[in-house]
């Protein structure tokens, strides 16, 4: 599939230049969505991806388009238009998962009891990334299983807290600048509830166990799941395995501890922040397309952990990268279908929860309406005014819908030109 210059304008016969520059044609913003729309085809031609990357390449080219239609929004005093386009809706487009975000964070934050939290990082070594590439599904679900079975263990020691937690666990396998990078975000309840049905707290100050004890148990845990998965005949073992695993034996994995903390705008910060999130947002990547296509490139901004100081934010980096290696990376990131990458375990799970939340204390859970009536009353008191027109600060207005223009892709991509066979043209000979 060959591309062409997005401003070059094109009549609705499919691939069809008519030569000339058009401003009426849509103008780039540099998104995610040109960087596909310019060069998603050339991806699939040369690096043949599975059928779930193709769906999401073609989803992204055309979310918030006219592609998809929408509805137009007219002032009634001075006629001013506005459009807006409808959203792709795929679970893994940085362009639409705003609402999802949202909504999801409304419907969890109701199930939260109203007890402290604490936000737990687990993370696998690097090395185990090739061993991932290989047997993605298998790996994501160790990591999770593994973090959760360790709180558990730990968990029900009376030593620690002598209860059965809740755990709200959510998968990540990008860093800030687009690695791979294999970890969990957990929140986890500062204590749990005993065979009593009692709330129970943890017997250390400010943590469920002690960090190096959650570290060597993460590790454990998962070296013997991962034991146990190599067993199996569809497990793709790499040739080094077994040095990988025996390095990784003798190291401290990494999970990060941060202090329980009942604030409930610091839950809603953490939930918005890792909750449906995907490899980059539309606000960190630049895709600067210029005239000559050898010049296209894709900055992509990220926080610098390395030299962050004490007390201060990670300093802001900025690398650039060719289009199809920018693709490739956000692509690397995409799960496994039918993946779940948000689990519920413990005192979160539904079955457990049913089974329970008859017994337990009512002033442990939390009214699911609180922060819906706490918004709308502050809207009332606020006297916050309706929208307006950009244009005539108007309130009223005609909303139209707008159908879906099925070539406007076109402008984009060009299909190639399917020729039928060739004919061959025969003599007839006639012997006498």
Request: net charge positive; charged share 25%.
């Amino acid at each position: 599939y060959g591309t062409l210059h997005p401003f070059m304008c094109r009549t609705k016969n499919h691939g069809q230049s008519s030569g000339q520059s058009d401003h009426s044609c849509y103008q780039l913003d540099r998104s995610i969505g040109d960087l596909f729309r310019k060069y998603g085809e050339d991806y699939i031609k040369i690096y043949k991806p599975p059928i779930q990357h193709i769906k999401l390449i073609r989803a992204i080219r055309v979310c918030r388009t006219p592609a998809l239609g929408g509805k137009a929004i007219i002032c009634k005093s001075c006629g001013h238009r506005k459009n807006i386009y409808l959203s792709c809706g795929h679970s893994h487009c940085p362009l639409c998962q705003n609402k999802k975000r949202q909504l999801w964070q409304e419907k969890l934050s109701g199930k939260f009891f109203d007890v402290p939290y604490v936000h737990t990082v687990f993370t696998i070594p690097h090395e185990l990334n090739s061993i991932a590439r290989l047997n993605p599904k298998a790996i994501y679900n160790i990591t999770m299983r593994s973090a959760w079975k360790s709180i558990k263990e730990l968990s029900s020691d009376c030593k620690n807290v002598g209860a059965l937690p809740g755990m709200v666990a959510v998968l990540h396998t990008f860093g800030s600048d687009m690695k791979y990078h294999i970890h969990v975000h957990a929140l986890i309840t500062y204590g749990g509830i005993d065979k009593e049905n009692h709330w129970r707290w943890p017997k250390h100050n400010k943590k469920l166990a002690p960090f190096r004890e959650i570290s060597r148990t993460f590790r454990d845990v998962f070296l013997k799941m991962l034991d146990k998965k190599m067993r199996d005949k569809d497990f793709k073992c790499p040739g080094d395995i077994k040095q990988v695993i025996k390095a990784i034996q003798i190291k401290r994995w990494n999970v990060r501890n941060e202090y329980p903390t009942a604030n409930t705008e610091v839950l809603e910060r953490y939930l918005a922040r890792y909750i449906n999130r995907v490899a980059i947002s539309k606000s960190r990547l630049e895709f600067v397309s210029q005239q000559e296509k050898m010049n296209d490139h894709v900055n992509i901004s990220y926080k610098d952990y390395r030299q962050q100081k004490d007390n201060q934010g990670a300093p802001l980096m900025i690398k650039s990268v060719q289009p199809l290696v920018g693709i490739n990376q956000f692509l690397m990131h995409v799960l496994p279908p039918y993946f779940q990458k948000a689990r519920y375990y413990g005192l979160h799970s539904s079955q457990t929860f049913r089974k329970i939340k008859d017994q337990i204390d009512q002033r442990l859970l939390r009214n699911n309406n609180t922060m819906r009536v706490l918004f709308k009353i502050l809207k009332y008191l606020s006297g916050l005014s309706p929208h307006s027109c950009d244009n005539c600060a108007a309130k009223e207005f005609d909303i139209r819908p707008i159908k879906r223009n099925s070539n406007w892709i076109y402008q984009f991509i060009t299909l190639p030109k399917h020729r039928g066979p060739p004919t061959f043209k025969t003599k007839l000979y006639v012997s006498f």
